[in-house]
């Protein structure tokens, strides 16, 4: 292939949020990109997250000034720039008389917190005293409890949907996107990367040139460089997270919580998430397979039984749980030690020992993300020994933060759904929602209600195949549209929404069987038996 002019610039091997906005980045720079998921994209590890933009009170317990500081000055940037996707949270920690950190400890970690997110947009902390903590949420448990401390931070309700803006924005920056393409190998010529092979969602083999390679592959990180030229030392050895999903229960908090394990003394989250209480996380070092990850048994009874110990009234069981989900943190390799304190910083490889222009990133959070790839794209601008112009994403909204409050007004004139629906429309595509009102308005049977509750119109569905690029039902339910993250996981209306992508697609009965199959063998696997 030498002698070829590359095709792109950069190609960028994941579709996660750190490949998104790396593709965002490199994009708005004049970079010729591509982005190839084997999957759809947010199918990873950015899909089972906490969904929380948070500085990581935890980590200035190890010392890791410079991640919270950096973390908090994202947040502020993300309220801002994807204020539709990301709101503030209020967290209470209880103090109990027989955990590991005590009263000051954590009086003086929340100053910490707050210092170090000067300029913020969010009020500071507040300690309270026992009654007080007692009486604002008297479903919580009463034995040795000493007060608590409250502070805000951050939650991204649906962070596939910031996933998928950076995308959008990306590709109208000229960026291409192909999911369901998984790369096979990487090529090199002297030394130099220059192609990359990968299977396209029919197995067609399909060869690019290439000037460089970002591995955004997450958990993935050291398979991909295995199909390079030369072996590589290894980068990742993630830990496992997992979370459950229950309704309202007994004695449930009004707030989030952020409380110590009896058990083993690591804080996990108790947060209001989607009408429903998100439940997590675990940190378990993890060598199994990065393609099939499910939250154990030992996993889901000790978030039960830890969560029962502090709400006693919740009597939560296996039979609670609508749904739960597990996933691999890439984080550095490291042999020995506690879980916990492996860093969360990421790291941005630069892999010259394998192949020049092949950049590799370790880590990383939802968070960090837009400076994770900031910093990737300033790093590239050097190994492509190009001048590029600066970073554009400091300042610039995400795709749906444009035209917020016109897209309420049109949406409140349409007449097309409930209150309660047009606000679910609003939080999913902030101002793109007028767009479906829009393609609504052309079509009268794109006007038809779904599930026959004024919730959802016809023309959602046909939006995010023609402009989202969603290509399969488990797309569309789950990471366009987000009902599958409802209690029932939006199961009332896979029928629905099936006879519409079939229409959309032209797909033959046979198609639409399969993909129904599909769907539903999808939202078993997040099923706790
Ligand atoms: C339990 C848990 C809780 C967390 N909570 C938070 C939180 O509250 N806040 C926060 O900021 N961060 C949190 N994180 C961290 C954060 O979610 C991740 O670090 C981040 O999402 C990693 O994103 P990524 O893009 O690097 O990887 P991924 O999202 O995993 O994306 C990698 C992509 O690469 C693709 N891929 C793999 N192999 C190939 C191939 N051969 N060809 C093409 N594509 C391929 C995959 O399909 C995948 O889509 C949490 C992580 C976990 C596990």
């Not at 707050?114 to 902390?125: A, F, I, Q, R, Y």
């Not at 955004?216 to 830990?239: M, N, Y």
């Not at 879980?339 to 969360?344: D, F, P």
């Not at 987000?482 to 939006?490: C, E, H, L, W, Y």
Request: hydrophobic letters at 45%.
């Amino acid at each position: 292939m030498s002698g070829e002019v590359p095709a792109y610039d950069v190609a960028v091997i994941g579709a996660g949020v750190n490949g998104a906005g790396i593709a965002r980045d490199a994009a708005l720079r004049g970079l010729r990109v591509l982005v190839l998921d084997k999957n759809d994209m947010c199918s990873g590890t950015s899909a089972v997250s906490s969904r929380l933009i948070h500085g990581g009170l935890r980590y200035l317990e190890y010392g890791e000034i410079p991640l919270v500081y950096e973390s908090l000055h994202e947040r502020r940037r993300l309220r801002r720039n994807a204020a539709h996707l990301v709101e503030p949270i209020r967290i209470s920690i209880p103090v109990f008389s027989a955990a590991r950190r005590g009263p000051w400890l954590i009086r003086l970690g929340m100053i910490a917190y707050d210092l170090l997110s000067l300029g913020k947009s969010m009020p500071g902390h507040e300690m309270l005293s026992r009654d007080r903590i007692r009486s604002e949420e008297p479903g919580m448990l009463d034995d040795g409890l000493l007060g608590a401390a409250r502070y805000f931070d951050a939650q991204v309700t649906y962070a596939e949907r910031l996933v998928l803006e950076n995308l959008l924005a990306a590709r109208s920056a000229g960026a291409e996107i192909r999911t369901y393409c998984e790369v096979r190998e990487i090529r090199a010529c002297d030394g130099r990367v220059e192609a990359l092979a990968y299977d396209d969602s029919d197995g067609n083999r399909i060869e690019v040139k290439v000037q460089s390679i970002v591995n955004a592959s997450g958990p993935w990180v050291d398979e991909i460089l295995k199909t390079a030229p030369r072996v590589a030392k290894r980068f990742v050895g993630g830990t496992k997270g997992s979370h459950i999903v229950v309704g309202r229960f007994n004695g449930a908090p009004g707030d989030a919580f952020y409380v110590e394990a009896a058990a083993d003394g690591r804080p996990f989250f108790i947060i209001p998430w989607n009408d429903q209480f998100l439940i997590g996380t675990t940190d378990i070092r993890y060598e199994e397979s990065l393609d099939h990850i499910r939250a154990s048994r030992a996993e889901v009874d000790y978030l039960l039984a830890e969560t029962n110990r502090v709400f006693p009234q919740a009597n939560l069981t296996r039979a609670d749980i609508h749904f739960a989900y597990a996933g691999v943190r890439p984080l550095p390799h490291r042999e020995a030690g506690p879980e916990s304190a492996i860093t969360r910083r990421h790291i941005i490889k630069v892999n010259r020992n394998i192949a020049k222009g092949l950049i590799s990133i370790i880590g990383g959070k939802l968070t960090t993300y837009r400076n994770l790839a900031e910093q990737t794209v300033d790093k590239l601008a050097r190994v492509l020994r190009r001048k590029l112009p600066g970073c554009r994403t400091r300042d610039t909204l995400l795709p749906g933060a444009w035209g917020i409050e016109q897209a309420r007004e049109q949406l409140a004139a349409s007449g097309f759904l409930t209150p309660a629906g047009r606000k679910r429309l609003l939080a999913v595509y902030g101002g793109r929602a007028a767009d479906i009102i829009t393609l609504a308005a052309s079509d009268p049977e794109l006007q038809q209600a779904m599930g026959g509750e004024g919730r959802l119109i016809a023309a959602e569905v046909v939006f995010v195949i023609r402009e989202e690029f969603a290509s399969t039902l488990a797309d569309i339910v789950f990471r366009r549209m987000m009902i599958g993250f409802d209690a029932d996981q939006g199961r009332s209306l896979y029928a629905e929404i099936a006879a519409r992508a079939a229409a959309e697609f032209a797909w033959t009965n046979e198609k639409t069987e399969r993909e129904i199959a599909a769907l539903i063998e999808y939202a078993d696997s997040f099923r706790v038996t």
